[in-house]
């Protein structure tokens, strides 16, 4: 029984496993190889792709689908407690997917839980679905992992998807610029965990002059529901933004990834551009959750 709670639960032939897998099936993607799994989807903090792309993937599989939407709807409103809910659901469920506001609150359910767990994201922390699919898009339109020069743009404190993503593709030899305001910048433990792997990164506080090098161009949405003060979010949530004007002088390969929703970092005037991969990226989260699902379930 193994789960997925951070991308460091995965090895890198176990991540390229997955993205050889989802490659097999976006080129077949109906499947119903799990026709006799239940899959819970259990999503405490609000979700558009990660809830309906796994819910897309489990029925492609064949698996049915129970789960919430929201913790108003469970009873924890009437004041039962996360472990037991956990417990509860893993009476029902082959596998569970869960997404909580909480760092941490994966990983806890994962040792109360009688079946794999798989974190669709918890706080601030890590999002590893959300990073296999990104890679899964990277490999798509680069053709390879290595080498890349990747630059994240936005909020890097709390951004849970660029925390995971960093930590993969440590992997793959890359070389990282993060451009954010100082109050968002990357946290001190992802720059230690790069310096100890010896993996090359510069910081800055304008996405000026940071495009024309780069391969990845990875925007990211200013995380207000972790702010604890309001003012502070509103002092700095518009301070990085892509214009479609911004992108002269690029490479050929370059492609924009956003793990979306995007609110104003990325213009709506960059939508119809060649580099703009952000809406195709999160329909590679179907055959990327696919993967997961089908590897999961085999161990
Ligand atoms: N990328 C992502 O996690 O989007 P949702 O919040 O809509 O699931």
Known sequence: MKSLISINDFNKEEMLHVLDLAEKYEAEPNCPIFNDKVIACIFFEPSTRTRLSFEAAASRLGARVIGFASLAATSIAKGESLKD??????????????????DGAARYASEIAGCPVINAGDGANQHPTQTLLDMYSIRKTQGTLENMSITMVG???????????????????????????????????????LDSRNIPYTEHHTLEGQISNTD???MTRIQQERFQDPMEYERV???????????TDTKPNLRILHPLPRIKEIATNVDD??????????????FTRMGIFTYLMNQ
């Open 273 to 286: 551009r060649p580099e703009a991969y952000y809406f195709e990226q999160a329909r590679n989260g179907v």
């Open 85 to 102: 809910t956990i417990k509860m659901v893993s009476n029902y469920a082959d596998m569970i997917v869960m997404r909580h506001h909480l």
């Open 237 to 247: 949530k518009n301070l990085m933004s892509l214009d479609a004007s911004m992108l």
């Open 216 to 218: 990845i161009l990875y």
């Open 155 to 193: 909020d890097l404190k709390y951004g849970r998807t660029v925390h995971s993503l960093l930590q993969a593709m440590s992997h793959f030899n890359p070389r990282f610029h993060f451009v954010s305001c100082p109050e968002l910048a990357i946290p001190a433990e992802y720059r230690h965990f």
